[in-house]
Each structure stands twice: as C-alpha cells, then as structure tokens.
C-alpha cells in the first residue's frame, strides 16, 4: 500500500535517537521539510541537508523550544505532523518509589511528559490556524503493567502520556487534528545499549517474545509514518502495541 501525505513540515522530537532518527529518514524520502529537536546531535549528513533544520535543545526549556518552533513555523506557514519520541530511562537511578530519589521522578517527568504538554500548547495553536495536524507519541508498554524490576517514574509517565494522547485526540478533533500514541516493546535504540555489553541478555529477551526478536528502530518508524499518513485519518485518540506479541501473552 502507497502511503499518502497532506503535509508538508513536520517537528521530530529526540531525532537524535533511533526511532528518531529513522522517522526523519522516512520523512525525507516522501519530501517533508524537518525540524529536527534533540539535546544531542545527530550524524552531519542530517545538519548538512537542505531539508532539515537541526536545533540542539533541552525540550524542558520552554522559551527556547517555544522560540525554535515559532521560527521553523514562521518559515514554512504550517506545522503539520508531531513526532514525539523524545524520552528518558535510567535503569540505574529509576528505581522503586519506595526507594527513588524524588528529584529523579520529577526530572523523568519533566523530560517525558511536561516537553509532551509544552509541545502540545505551542504547535496546536498552529496546527488550527491550517486545520490540519497529525501527532504521535511515544510511550511504552511499559505503561500498561507493573515490574518487580521497576522503573516506576518512567512507567508512571508513560501512562500518563497515553491519557494526555486521548485528551487532546477529542478536544481538537473538530479542528481536523489528530494524536494517536505508539507503545513499542523492546526495540534494539541507544537507549538499550546495555545489551552491547550483555548480548545474551537480548538473546533471552528474544526468546520471551512471540515473534522471537527484539524489535527495530524501523519497526516504529513504519507505525510512525502509517499514523501520520491520510490511510490513517480517520485513527484518532488511541494507542497501537508494537511489541512482537509480548502483551498479547497470557
């Protein structure tokens, strides 16, 4: 199936990173204009292409992120896709409630889902002005259960990311924008480079998941791009797994 696209800019949020940077690549090839955020650069070719314009940002700096877009908006006369992926996991440091720094929860907060509500109050604004927009998000599945293993400031956030999804899904539905959230599994990005270190520990993984592998950065991307597309326009409001069968298991 040919995917077709009304827009023509579109804001990638933590571009830097796998699923980031595989999003913008896609992008690239059905000729969308990019803003790409990250506080990390990406590779040169990405800075160098004519495409793109890169910003080196801390999403929690409101008036800095604030500024950037309204530039990239003033330049190109719409924001049409959001690709949220921008996100933080610290095995180390994110631990149990009962154990966790609390200055830790908050900046997990703050980096998962304050930057989604920043985001959303700055381009929605713009997206009515055209009547048109597309948003995805990402969150986890790790969202969706509890972990004697926890990360419970980043499961927390990423819960309440899929309810601020919904929420934005309905109230701007009238004004012809949509956002929909993608909970990926295991998916093999720098935010696991633990495995580097330990492969037999993504072996097993692999092993527990009914597809048998762990997941990809393209993986997502294809979800990405299937959601912004007008085959996907009349998705709204919800949230698609793309975890190879784990949470389908009993």
């Known amino acids: 199936m040919k995917l077709n696209f009304k827009g023509k800019t579109a804001i990638v949020t933590g571009a830097a990173g796998g699923v980031g940077l595989e999003t913008v690549n896609k992008l690239l090839q059905i000729d969308i204009k990019i803003l790409m955020l990250d506080i990390k650069?990406?590779?040169?070719?990405?800075?160098?292409?004519?495409?793109?314009?890169?910003?080196?940002?801390?999403?929690?700096?409101?008036?800095?992120?604030?500024?950037?877009?309204?530039?990239?908006f003033k330049l190109n006369k719409s924001i049409d896709y959001l690709i949220n992926t921008a996100g933080v996991l610290w095995f180390d440091k994110d631990v149990s409630t009962t154990s966790i720094d609390f200055e830790i929860w908050d900046k997990v907060f703050e980096i998962n889902l304050k930057t989604m509500a920043y985001l959303a109050k700055i381009i929605i604004p713009k997206?009515?002005?055209?009547k048109f927009g597309s948003m995805v998000h990402i969150s986890s599945i790790d969202a969706l259960s509890g972990d004697d293993k926890p990360q419970d400031a980043y499961g927390a956030s990423k819960?309440?990311?899929i309810r601020l999804s919904k929420s934005l899904a309905i109230q701007f539905a009238s004004h012809n924008i949509r956002?929909?959230?993608?909970?990926?599994?295991?998916?093999?990005?720098?935010m696991q480079n633990r495995?580097?270190?330990?492969?037999?520990?993504?072996?097993?993984?692999s092993k527990n998941i009914p597809l048998q592998r762990v997941g990809?950065?393209?993986?997502?991307?294809?979800?990405?791009?299937?959601?912004?597309?007008?085959?996907?326009?009349?998705i709204t409001g919800t949230e698609i797994t793309v975890d190879g069968g784990v949470t389908a298991k009993p």
């Open 159 to 161: 819960a309440a990311m």
């Open 41 to 72: 650069d990406p590779p040169k070719k990405y800075i160098q292409n004519k495409k793109i314009q890169f910003i080196r940002i801390d999403l929690t700096d409101y008036k800095e992120l604030k500024k950037s877009i309204d530039i990239f």
């Open 127 to 130: 997206m009515k002005k055209n």
């Open 195 to 205: 495995w580097k270190k330990n492969p037999l520990a993504k072996k097993q993984l």
């Open 216 to 234: 990809q950065p393209k993986d997502i991307a294809n979800t990405i791009l299937f959601l912004l597309s007008d085959e996907g326009s009349y």
């Open 179 to 190: 956002s929909n959230i993608i909970l990926p599994g295991a998916v093999e990005t720098p």
